[in-house]
């Protein structure tokens, strides 16, 4: 069985794959719907295994999914 956990994970890291131009984190909240907060939660678990990060944009964080951002050379 998969827990919610994992399974919220995967729900966005699919959203960030198809979408390789960045998302903020409300925009990845309201895709997957979920609370702006628990979505935060997941994107740092991921950043910490290497496969989210986040680059500030003006007054924004944007969040890519790593193999997104080298496929694109950025």
């Not at 994992?6 to 990845?28: F, R, T």
């Amino acid at each position: 069985m998969v827990t919610p956990k994992i399974n919220a994970k995967e729900q966005i890291k699919k959203v960030l794959k198809k979408h390789p131009e960045g998302l903020m984190l409300s925009e990845i909240a309201e895709i997957v719907g979920m609370n702006r907060f628990t979505v935060t939660k997941y994107v740092h678990e991921l950043m910490g295994n290497g496969l989210v990060f986040q680059k500030e944009a003006a007054a924004a964080r944007m969040c890519y999914l790593k193999e997104n951002f080298k496929k694109n050379g950025r």
